[in-house]
């Protein structure tokens, strides 16, 4: 049994902690990388933008006239009406405020940085899965607001057997029937053998790449796999309802002389989920008795 996975998700998540303003898309809803899907209320960081920003002119106004300043000092310093120590003064004075107003203009711009992260976009094109809260909701920096799944490259998720992992490679072909698509059986291969076992269930996860042609997919779809990992022709197959015991030593039972049921050993090769390969007891052509009826016994009288 397998599942429908994808690589392709992400989860948006709150960059500050600000209440939830607006949900602008919904479950199902497809989205394109960049787009808007969510804001947050802005109204503090507005206020520390507008904040920073009435910083930043005070301290260019004040760096201005420093600067001014310095500029008269040097020119009454070479009039001889000033001495050097006043203009080594408003220089350095003139310098650090110079210094201050370039950190006003970074605070400003983290400001307005800041600020726009109440805005969220999806980080990937795909379709809302999920929203995980609701506009007003309170939210802190970091909590999740809605997940995105992209499933135009989703694969097959199968757990195997340790047991069976050595006879799996990738490129064979695996038969997916989906519990939701009953009637359809598409044919995938194997893509990926991830190289881990897993401590209770004892499997492998195997991933199975899907045709370009399939039903719509969502995630967590449950699949019934069949992984071919051989391929016997030309051989001579009675349908598993027409075998009788376990093993590789079964029984069958065919229509023989006089229309009376007739009990015979066979040998069985390979199985799938419907038919067994028959080596050896009937040959091809038998009119083989399936599926048995309970309590069926031998040279019981039959009819087709």
Not at 37 to 42: P, Y
Not at 157 to 179: C, H, K, N, T, Y
Request: hydrophobic share 45%; net charge negative.
């Amino acid at each position: 049994t397998g599942r429908v996975d994808s690589d392709e998700r992400a989860t948006v998540r709150a960059r500050v902690a600000a209440p939830l303003a607006a949900l602008l898309v919904g479950p199902g809803q497809p989205v394109h990388a960049g787009e808007v899907v969510a804001r947050q209320d802005d109204a503090a960081l507005r206020l520390a933008l507008e904040r920073a920003q009435g910083e930043l002119e005070a301290a260019r106004a004040s760096s201005t006239q420093a600067q001014d300043e310095a500029t008269r000092s040097e020119q009454l310093v070479h009039d001889g009406l000033l001495a050097e120590d006043g203009w080594v003064r408003a220089r350095e004075m003139a310098r650090q405020l110079a210094a201050q107003m370039g950190a006003m203009e970074s605070a400003v711009r983290i400001a307005r940085e800041q600020q726009s992260w109440t805005v969220l976009r999806a980080p990937l094109g795909g379709t809302v899965t999920a929203l995980l809260h609701r506009a007003g909701d309170p939210l802190r920096e970091g909590d999740d607001v809605l997940t995105i799944v992209d499933l135009a490259r989703a694969y097959v998720r199968v757990a195997v057997d340790e047991r069976d992992v050595g006879r799996i490679v990738p490129g064979q072909e695996m038969r997916l029937v989906f519990d939701a698509y009953p009637g359809q059986v598409l044919k995938g291969t194997v893509w990926r053998i991830v190289p881990a076992v897993d401590r209770l269930t004892k499997s492998s996860d195997v991933l199975a790449q899907l045709p370009p042609e399939r039903p719509p997919l969502q995630l967590d779809l449950t699949a019934t796999v069949n992984i071919v990992t051989g391929v016997i022709e030309n051989a001579v197959t009675v349908p598993r309802e027409a075998l009788e015991g376990a093993g590789a030593h079964r029984r069958v039972y065919v229509v023989g002389a006089g229309s009376r049921a007739e009990r015979r050993e066979v040998e069985i090769g390979a199985c799938d989920e419907q038919r067994c390969e028959v080596t050896a007891g009937v040959a091809a052509g038998a009119k083989v008795i399936s599926p048995l009826p309970p309590g069926f016994k031998d040279h019981v009288k039959v009819r087709p």
